[in-house]
């Protein structure tokens, strides 16, 4: 299996019961005891098409002030089937809200020199505003390498070391756009995160460690664990909110679980022809008091707040580049 962005794994062996989406919704957000009716299913879908309405809108404003839409880079490094699929819903997202959306396909052969120029001319070229590189990358490219290669104020998932940093400290830069969805999720669903005891499973730079620090903004009391952690169930059985985003299908099961709990399933794991979470759904579903579907849980968040990020840096980098000079003429001849 490999770990991903989107938190897609790729597995063999026999097929994960996919989860049911008809469960009765439960009548409260975040209760602390599980209900006769089945759990409440934290739906992503619903939350992405209100952000994506206000999208189509602002990218709208946008193109009026500045004369041309800016365009998103997506760098994909091999064929790997499951993060076409993912890539191609975010290509779809940009359509959808009126951006332009370009894959940028580079055999798994290439050098990390080969590399870093490419990402090096998405940075100076002025009609890409956001650059996504899609993890995992093939072994022999040192990740760091690429990774320190893409500007800054392009990186709008949150990937480069000075948007890292600004997350540990509070501070005001780009989100890994996964973690971020997992934590809205509860925040848009109402579910109070203040005091509550939190575990995340998973310490991903993209997914885990992010999503802790978002957690801890919102004043929960956070615990990581992790491929080491020592009785994994005593801890997940204390959690009244836990987040898994491990990538191993099926890790969690009903057992592992406190009555009542809300859980945010990152996890999206290929198993034989279907798509299964982190969390065993079928012996959960009567423990937990809400749940994210997979899939239809965190992904389409995510992608709806990605393209949040890209109208940050695209209106960002307009202003900077001089209200219509230079840059942004540049931009609008490329766009059109």
């Known amino acids: 299996m490999s770990d991903r962005r989107d938190g897609t794994t790729v597995t063999t062996g026999p097929a994960a019961t996919a989860p049911a989406t008809a469960v009765p919704a439960a009548e409260t957000t975040g209760s602390t005891t599980a209900t006769t009716a089945g759990p409440r299913l934290l739906a992503g879908g619903p939350i992405a098409a209100e952000i994506r309405a206000a999208l189509i809108a602002d990218f709208a404003a946008f193109k009026g002030r500045w004369g041309y839409v800016p365009t998103l880079a997506i760098v994909l490094v091999g064929a790997d089937a499951p993060s076409a699929v993912y890539l191609q819903q975010i290509l779809r997202t940009c359509e959808k809200v009126g951006v332009q959306g370009r894959l940028v396909e580079i055999g798994s052969d290439v050098t990390a020199d080969a590399l870093c120029n490419e990402i090096e001319r998405l940075n100076a070229d002025p009609a890409v505003a956001g650059i996504i590189v899609q993890m995992p990358l093939p072994a022999h490219l040192p990740l ?193």
């Open 144 to 336: 760091r390498t690429v990774i320190d290669s893409i500007d800054p104020a392009k990186d709008i998932d949150g990937i480069h070391p000075r948007n890292a940093g600004l997350l540990s400290l509070g501070y005001d830069g780009f989100l890994p756009a996964t973690a971020q969805a997992s934590v809205e999720i509860l925040k848009r669903s109402g579910i109070e995160i203040a005091g509550k005891r939190v575990v995340v499973v998973g310490r991903s730079n993209v997914v885990g460690k992010p999503a802790a620090l978002l957690l801890l903004r919102e004043h929960g009391t956070v615990s990581i664990l992790h491929s080491k952690t020592r009785d994994l169930s005593r801890h997940t059985r204390d959690a009244e909110i836990l987040i898994v985003a491990a990538g191993r299908p099926g890790l969690i099961t009903g057992e592992m679980l406190s009555p009542g709990v809300v859980v945010v399933d990152v996890g999206i794991n290929v198993v034989g022809d279907e798509l299964v979470g982190d969390v065993d759904f079928e012996s959960a579903k009567g423990i937990v008091g809400a749940i994210t579907p997979v899939p239809g849980g965190v992904g389409p968040l995510t992608n709806a707040l990605l393209l949040t990020h890209l109208l940050r840096a695209a209106t960002d980098q307009a202003e900077r580049a001089g209200h219509g000079a230079g840059t942004v003429a540049a931009a609008k001849r490329a766009t059109r």
